[in-house]
């Protein structure tokens, strides 16, 4: 007899009524019904709630409305409220693919425990309504850095196209609710650094494409240094990477105007060994361009802002 498991989808929301409906309506669409949606309102001030009221029956949802605390904090009061044995996280502006819990709940039932993350490639969509497959990376258990995109190895995957075994985040803990951005890439990093995960290579979820916290330059600047900070331990193994890591860095000081930081961050960062070519090219603009003379530039050093 097949195992059907409950699933806890956690669904964090903030004045998305114009989308929300969409999201809930793929979750509640899933060939597999065994589930709970559990939706946390982090202090909306528009009809977001009168839209879930209105669109949908309340007892197929748990609607719970906090003051605003931000993303990690409302996906960690979801995770409180959590019953199910996997733990599944649904945006407020995208949309599941109506089998995406099914080929999930069927492949992780014959892992082992070991396995905390089965995950998906997406469709992403941009504002014209344009769509391509988004390729997520491949996990390796206890690797932190990817050698080959000199960054954390788990970034480029989709908190929404995740299913989790609850276990594994009872083990390794919570969303760290001070990072302003990159939750999710700190929490899988985690999560890799102990468990095996599974990737299913084919799209599952549809990402749309839209203005919020990923837009939002100063957010990526904290975010990025407060990883460095934490994981300031494998710098001596990977100089590579930090030097990776510095030109990220500058790169967002640049583009968001703050001149003299990039170009303080860029001048420490190419006297640093081993070098990279890309990175020397990326450090020369910055210390000797103001990002709003990008335009100006050949078209083969613009490609290298995108």
Sequence with gaps: MKNNPLVSVILPTYNRSETIGRAIQSVLSQTYNNL????????????TSEIISRQFDKKNIRYYWQE????????????????????????????????????QVDIMELCDENTAVCYSNMNRIDELGQKYIWQSPVVFRGVVISELSLDYQVFGIGMQTSLVRKKCIDNIGMFDETLPRFIDLDWFTRLAEQYDFCFIQKPLVNYYETVGITSNLKSLIKAREVLLEKHANIFDENKLFYLAQQVRIAEAYWKDGQTKVARSIAFNAITLTPFKLLFVVKLVVIIFFPSSLISRLPLEIRKLFQ
């Design 68 to 103: 605003n605390k931000g993303a990690s904090a409302a996906r960690n009061y979801g995770l409180k409220l959590a019953q199910g044995k996997y733990i599944a996280f649904q945006d407020s502006d995208d949309e599941w693919l109506s089998n995406k819990l099914d080929s």
């Design 36 to 47: 709970e949606l559990i939706i946390i309102d982090d202090g909306s001030t528009d009809n």
